[in-house]
């Protein structure tokens, strides 16, 4: 079974940046793309970014974060970041890094097969 590590998450003011991290083991030959996804306390759990496993490396950005965050890969780690710039408190949320086998990055959060335990990220005013 495929296995997703995050860090990086921590206590920031807004307007500053963190960069989270996802390590993926386990049976990762078996990964075609990766997200990053949020929940916060009450909402529901959100698309932020995704990447594609695949050579050409295709992303995609909520509306809410384009512009700020960057999703990246590095295929020799088998890791994912998620560079996040300007963030706002209404980023405040526990961040959960993702996989499934689609060649096209999807939204939904029902289409991920493997999720990892999550990282807090606080932004305060």
């Known amino acids: 079974q495929v296995q997703l590590v995050e860090s990086g998450g921590g206590l920031v003011q807004a307007g500053d940046s963190l960069r989270l991290s996802c390590a993926a083991s386990?049976?990762?030959?078996?990964?075609?793309?990766m997200g990053w996804f949020r929940q916060a306390p009450g909402k529901e759990r959100e698309f932020v970014a995704g990447?594609?496993?695949?050579?050409?490396?295709?992303?995609a950005y909520a509306d809410s974060v384009k512009g700020r965050f960057t999703i990246s890969r590095d295929n020799a780690k088998n890791t994912v970041y998620l560079q996040m710039n300007s963030l706002k408190p209404e980023g405040t949320a526990v961040y959960y890094c993702?996989?499934?086998?689609?060649?096209?990055?999807?939204?939904?959060?029902?289409?991920?097969?493997?999720w990892g335990q999550g990282t807090q990220v606080t932004v305060s005013s």
């Open positions: 993702a996989a499934d086998r689609a060649f096209r990055v999807t939204t939904s959060p029902s289409n991920y097969d493997y």
């Open positions: 386990g049976g990762t030959l078996s990964i075609f793309t």
């Open positions: 990447i594609s496993w695949i050579s050409c490396g295709s992303t």
